[in-house]
């Protein structure tokens, strides 16, 4: 019976604290990619996105994370079939960065062993944290650029997508001539429900 | 923790299990044997069949009610069949996938033609907005959806316009946003022989058609 209980136990310790024990004080996602984990969130918000061609669309996001060591993040448009998706996850080897592609069926695209500010995946795609980027007059800090312009075959609906850390989706950039970028229009936020 | 609470809680689980099962099997079930299971293929009717099925042309072009127009071009026109499982019934159903798509904004409208013993199905998917009708063995649409006698988009008058109340599904977004929607409900005005005329969504953006390449060869 004691190794009955000692199991449960054992077995529900791995199930709580795959990563450890949730120190809010250690990193448990590296280099700078540990800035989109400096928060406990989740809300979805509804925004404006601009194309160069005058196109104005309205974005949906929905972000979920957990200090320090969890961020999901999503978003699509209202008449662009887009969508952007990417999770950070803790590891025992710096974390993993996945970000999510594919019309249809979901392609998921793993960087691992997180460090410094950026990593190149095998097939071509890249991430890196940016310090800040300006979009449409506005300075956002810490923005993950996404790009998939040295991908093999693009699985992705875009060509770049960045997002900042304490805003979401600020630019998309696709089909080489297309820009699409965020509105200084101020976003409506929707919170769950309990 | 001793030998009879461990029981007692393998007993509770054990009921539990039970009655959730148990539930499951008379509410979506039945305890009635089924003594022979019947077999049939559908097949798509004619009708279904025709390159430019409902008047869907090759490529048409759209204005959007945000100020643009834009190219909807058939990119996919395939067959395929579904296994259909029902109590004492086991067939295959074909089905056809008219896929439009659009470069720039991207946008994507899908029409699904199915068939069954008496009669076809057409599933229109835009934007996670769906329209859905049935129609008899000749093409006829049921009598139950609002028709138009004329109707004029873009300049053009088309006559007898069928009205196709639809629904939205959200694909993603969390559940518990979800309950906070409130879109409106989305319509589909569709052309026996020029196709889909225009869609509104629950969002409120319009799709009207200005003009179409046929697809007769």
């Not at chain 2, 039970?18 to 559908?42: F, P, Q």
């Amino acid at each position: 019976m004691n190794k009955f209980i000692l199991s449960v136990a054992i077995a529900c310790t791995f199930l709580l604290a795959s990563c450890g024990d949730f120190d809010p004080s250690e990193e448990y996602v590296d280099g700078k990619f540990n800035r989109f984990v400096q928060k406990e969130q989740e809300n979805s918000t509804t925004f404006e996105m601009k194309d160069n061609l005058g196109i104005t669309d309205t974005y949906t996001d929905y972000t979920y994370r957990h200090k320090p060591e969890y961020y999901d993040y999503r978003v699509e448009g209202t008449i662009n079939n887009l969508e952007v998706h990417v999770l950070i996850q803790c590891t025992d080897d710096g974390g993993d960065l996945t970000v999510h592609c594919g019309s249809g069926e979901d392609v998921k695209i793993v960087f691992r062993d997180l460090k410094g500010d950026q990593k190149k995946h095998k097939d071509g795609y890249r991430v890196k944290v940016l310090d800040s980027l300006e979009v449409n007059g506005k300075t956002y800090s810490d923005v993950l650029e996404i790009d998939a312009t040295g991908a093999k075959n693009n699985a992705c609906d875009y060509d770049k997508a960045y997002i900042a850390a304490n805003k979401g989706l600020v630019r998309i950039d696709l089909q080489d001539s297309i820009t699409i970028e965020r509105t200084s229009k101020k976003a409506t936020e929707r919170t769950p429900i309990d | 923790m001793n030998k009879r609470f461990f029981f007692t809680i393998t007993a509770a689980i054990g009921i539990a299990a039970t009655a959730i099962l148990g539930g499951c099997y008379c509410d979506g079930c039945t305890t009635d044997t089924c003594s022979e299971v019947r077999h049939e293929n559908w097949h798509l009717f004619d009708f279904q069949k025709e390159k430019n099925f409902f008047g869907q042309p090759k490529s048409a072009r759209y204005s959007h009610s945000s100020g643009f127009e834009f190219e909807m071009k058939r990119t996919t026109d395939s067959t395929y069949k579904e296994t259909v499982y029902d109590f004492c019934f086991e067939g295959t159903e074909e089905n056809r996938l008219l896929r439009y798509t659009s470069t720039y904004p991207i946008m994507e409208i899908d029409v699904h033609i199915g068939a069954e013993r008496y009669q076809g199905s057409v599933l229109i998917n835009f934007a996670d907005n769906h329209f859905n009708f049935w129609t008899d063995s000749t093409g006829k649409i049921e009598d139950s959806h609002e028709i138009l006698d004329t109707a004029r988009y873009n300049g053009v008058l088309y006559d007898s316009v069928y009205v196709i109340h639809g629904h939205k599904f959200t694909t993603w977004e969390h559940d518990r946003f979800e309950r906070e929607q409130t879109g409106k409900v989305p319509y589909a005005y569709v052309s026996r022989t020029k196709g889909i005329l225009r869609i509104l969504t629950s969002d409120g953006d319009t799709l009207t058609l200005i003009g179409s390449e046929d697809n007769h060869e």
